[in-house]
């Protein structure tokens, strides 16, 4: 079976199979990018990863690992129509991997689903994040994402008069 | 091969594929910042809630929260009321905001009152009077010691019900509308009636009793009618209400789609009047506000009258505009009442709504004449089917004659069944008028010429207006 060395940003080198690596877009382009430059077609590609730290790639390997077997999605899909997508890829096995990480854990795997381009991951810790976001007020949103309003003057009264009726609950 | 580690478990996932061959030292915490430590040590409780809310210390924010696609991936999974919402955050925000809404593929959607809510079923047949199970009479009329009185009009809370399933409805959907076209019966007019003697308040516009501050964010075109026709929501099943003593009140919320805008217009008493005096098909244009510009975009009008003549001049001012341009679609009836946004109920004589459409937006009218379900008809609605765009959406309205229903086909929601069977993910709403208007056309997407109107007033027949479109593709994101 044809390896690949994934190393994460700390020196951590996680050894897995080609196949299942390249269910990553990113890692998928990395490989191919090696074979071209590679004399020896039986060299073992190595990537290094600067922005992941071992812990996260290793959760996104697993996630792979898991979901080696299912139909890979169009890159694009979820623009196709917002709605529905990350329910019906999300399993048990999902709810149970994402329930214990702490926000901290799930905003660096964002990232690195994002990076990585690894859709259905990004797809259900994005819904996850945005289960947070549902229902709650202004304000509430901006204290757990620790964002300050940086509109000027009236901008902002401006957009909340246009939006009246899904600011006043 | 079988992997079934605990996903939590911090042991090294071990099988062929992930082998953690080369980690001598699993580093557990490099760099991350101090408050990911904090939130490590505390968090014993699986759910994010206690984290992200209860955290009030003054820290850099997440890196993600600025990073353009991933805000946006996450703002596209959320209903449209926390996407407004989630506007007002920052700049960036609502930018992106402004972006999920322009790229959001829009569908119709249908809200749904009456006094029984949730029972549609079982309320609709007791209220239609036709083989009245015990179940639906239980409903109605519970056997009880207490006395029990049926929720007509004057079921007090029925008012601040409706609103709250109006406003529930529209905050809750995924989908952003353009327009609400409501149709309701006379027992909610009574209603509001009531509560304005009974406050003493006046509102030179009725719907405000049940859409409150809505018409504010989107235009709300409204019909008091002798019954009503309505999808129920999510099915798209569709269940004709005849009885115009029973509160029941359907709307449609017409999506957001690129390349179709649809424009409300009304009719005061002084424009009918002064058309009446002179008939031309410019003044006809200037009234509806069909816009010269964007003419040759109009694919259809619904036209809604009240009821107060036969024929209204602006009826027969747009017979001559449709034999100026007989392309465009028509579908209307005479209500008892039309209500318009921004406009004073008592000077509204007629409403309604232009609809525009790019290449992506097809407007098709059919009427059925027949009294039966006749071949005839029958073809109708195959024509009215084959001139969907394919793979496409679309919605429909319906006004049929207060003298068809349950009293030319003896039973009840013969038409609406008819019409579900046909286009079982079409949300239709309508209702039954007293008279309708209809300029027969199949639209097909080509430009072959069609027959004039001789006459677009009729009675005993029911009309479709069947609206079908198709999202175009994707803008695309800067950078």
Same mark, same amino acid.
């Given at each position: 079976m044809a390896l690949v060395r994934v190393i994460s940003s700390d020196g951590a080198a996680f050894l897995v199979s080609q196949r299942l690596a390249k269910r990553s877009g990113k890692l998928k382009t990395e490989i191919e990018t090696f074979r071209k430059s590679s004399d020896n077609s039986e060299a073992q590609p190595e990537i290094r990863i600067v922005t992941?730290?071992?812990?996260?790639?290793?959760?996104?390997?697993?996630?792979?690992?898991?979901?080696?077997?299912?139909?890979?999605?169009?890159?694009n899909q979820n623009e196709q129509d917002g709605r529905g997508d990350a329910e019906m890829g999300q399993s048990q096995w999902d709810r149970d991997f994402l329930a214990p990480m702490d926000l901290g854990i799930v905003m660096e795997l964002i990232l690195a689903a994002n990076h990585l381009e690894v859709k259905g991951l990004l797809d259900i810790t994005c819904k996850l994040v945005e289960s947070k976001i549902t229902g709650r007020t202004v304000d509430e949103i901006r204290t757990a994402f620790k964002l300050k309003s940086d509109f000027k003057g009236n901008e902002e009264e401006q957009t909340r008069l246009e939006n009246r009726w899904c600011v006043e609950n | 091969m079988s992997t079934k580690s605990t996903p939590s478990s911090s042991s090294t996932p071990t099988s062929l594929d992930v082998a953690n061959a080369e980690n001598p030292k699993r580093p557990r915490v490099t760099t991350e910042d101090p408050k990911e430590k904090s939130e490590q040590d505390g968090c014993s409780n699986p759910d994010l809630d206690s984290d992200l809310f209860d955290k009030s210390d003054e820290l850099a924010p997440p890196v993600f929260v600025s990073q353009y696609h991933i805000v946006k991936h996450i703002l596209q999974y959320l209903g449209i009321a926390d996407v407004l919402r989630a506007t007002l955050v920052s700049k960036q925000w609502a930018e992106i905001g402004q972006r999920v809404r322009k790229q959001r593929k829009n569908n119709p959607y249908t809200i749904l009152y009456h006094t029984y809510m949730p029972d549609h079923k079982l309320a609709f047949e007791y209220f239609n009077g036709f083989e009245v199970s015990e179940e639906a009479k239980q409903l109605v009329k519970p056997a009880s010691k207490e006395r029990h009185r049926v929720k007509n009009y004057e079921y007090p809370a029925l008012l601040s019900e409706a609103r709250s399933v109006v406003k529930k409805t529209f905050l809750d959907s995924y989908d952003e509308p353009q327009l609400l076209v409501t149709f309701a019966t006379t027992a909610i007019d009574n209603s509001v009636l009531r509560e304005i003697k009974i406050n003493g308040e006046r509102s030179e516009e009725r719907m405000e009793w049940i859409l409150r501050g809505l018409q504010k964010t989107v235009p709300c075109l409204s019909s008091i009618s002798c019954g009503v026709i309505a999808t129920l929501p999510n099915t798209c099943k569709a269940l004709e209400m005849e009885r115009s003593t029973y509160p029941c009140l359907s709307s449609?919320?017409?999506?957001?789609?690129?390349?179709?805008?649809?424009?409300?217009?009304?009719?005061?008493?002084?424009?009918?009047?002064?058309?009446?005096?002179k008939m031309e098909v410019d003044n006809v244009k200037n009234i509806l506000g069909i816009d010269k510009k964007n003419e040759d975009k109009l694919k259809g009008i619904v036209f809604l009258q009240r009821a107060t003549y036969r024929t209204a001049p602006i009826a027969t001012g747009i017979l001559q505009y449709l034999r100026a341009n007989p392309n465009v679609a028509l579908g209307g009836g005479i209500h008892e009442g039309v209500f318009v946004t921004g406009l004073p109920d008592d000077n509204v004589?007629?409403?309604?709504?232009?609809? +525009?459409?790019?290449?992506? %937006?097809? *407007? &098709?009218?059919?009427?059925?004449? !027949? #009294?039966?379900?006749?071949?005839?008809?029958?073809?109708?609605?195959?024509?009215?089917?084959?001139?969907?765009?394919?793979?496409?959406?679309?919605?429909?309205?319906?006004?049929?004659?207060?003298?068809?229903?349950?009293?030319?086909?003896?039973?009840?929601?013969?038409?609406?069944?008819?019409?579900?069977?046909?286009?079982?993910?079409?949300?239709?709403?309508?209702?039954?008028?007293?008279?309708?208007?209809?300029?027969?056309?199949?639209?097909?997407?080509?430009?072959?010429?069609?027959?004039?109107?001789?006459?677009?007033?009729?009675? +005993?027949?029911?009309?479709? %207006?069947? *609206? &079908?479109?198709?999202?175009?593709? !994707? #803008?695309?994101?800067?950078?």
């Open positions: 992941i730290r071992a812990e996260i790639l290793r959760l996104v390997l697993q996630w792979l690992q898991q979901h080696q077997n299912d139909p890979v999605l169009p890159a | 449609l919320a017409i999506p957001k789609v690129q390349g179709l805008t649809i424009k409300m217009f009304g009719v005061t008493n002084q424009q009918n009047k002064m058309l009446k005096k004589i007629a409403g309604g709504m232009l609809i +525009y459409g790019e290449e992506n %937006v097809r *407007v &098709s009218s059919i009427a059925l004449q !027949e #009294t039966k379900i006749s071949p005839n008809n029958q073809k109708k609605i195959d024509q009215l089917k084959s001139s969907l765009i394919p793979d496409g959406k679309s919605f429909a309205i319906m006004f049929a004659c207060n003298g068809r229903g349950i009293g030319m086909h003896d039973r009840p929601n013969v038409e609406a069944d008819l019409f579900n069977a046909h286009f079982p993910t079409t949300p239709l709403v309508g209702a039954f008028t007293l008279g309708e208007f209809c300029h027969e056309l199949i639209s097909t997407g080509s430009n072959a010429p069609v027959e004039s109107p001789r006459r677009i007033d009729f009675a +005993y027949t029911t009309v479709f %207006v069947m *609206v &079908s479109y198709k999202h175009t593709s !994707e #803008t695309q994101d800067p950078k």
